[in-house]
């Protein structure tokens, strides 16, 4: 007996059960694997899969199956669902650094984390300092966000904010 591996309601996260978007799955790694590590958007209509594909990247037997060295990519799901109006730049910053601390395996990333997640205010000055300095360590950050539009619609993270 075939078993549908397609569900409603919830998002896939068994990569198992996570059928076809092969263009779209090696387009992202691709892109990861690029030398000058290109970002990408899904863009699309509510209920497509948006979810059951970050899903799929974010799984640790995926990314190494496409050569995505544990021990160098830093991955970082975060459903930004849970933003309210009362979220603040430097507050997601908090959360998204604390993801990364605890998905990166370079003790002196880790330290480098820890200290400018403990700041009370997360400005672009310590997030360029940040960045610089797991660059030099051959680190690649890799933020999985969904429902992105959370942040672009919330007045504290509007573009005159400042982070």
């Known amino acids: ?22 263009l779209e799955v090696e387009q992202v790694f691709s892109r990861l694997r690029n030398v000058e590590f290109e970002s990408s958007s899904l863009v699309g209509e509510r209920r497509v899969g948006k979810t059951s594909l970050l899903n799929y990247l974010m799984h640790p037997n995926v990314r190494q199956s496409q050569g995505l060295n544990p021990d160098k990519y830093i991955f970082v799901y975060m459903d ?23 998905s990166c395996s370079n003790h002196e990333v880790k330290q480098i984390l820890v200290e400018v997640r403990q700041e009370q205010i997360i ?21 999985l966000l969904d429902e992105f539009e959370n942040v672009t619609e919330n007045q504290p993270f509007s573009m005159d904010c400042g982070v």
Request: hydrophobic share 40%; no cysteine.
């Open 80 to 102: 930004l669902e849970m933003l309210d109006k009362d979220t603040t730049p430097s507050r997601l910053w908090q959360r998204l650094l604390r993801q990364m601390e605890r």
């Open 123 to 143: 400005d672009n000055f310590a997030l360029a300092d940040l960045f610089d300095s797991v660059d030099e360590k051959d680190q690649y950050v890799v933020f």
């Open 1 to 22: 007996m075939i078993v549908n591996p397609f569900t409603y309601g919830n998002p896939i996260s068994d990569p198992s059960r996570f059928f076809g978007r092969k």
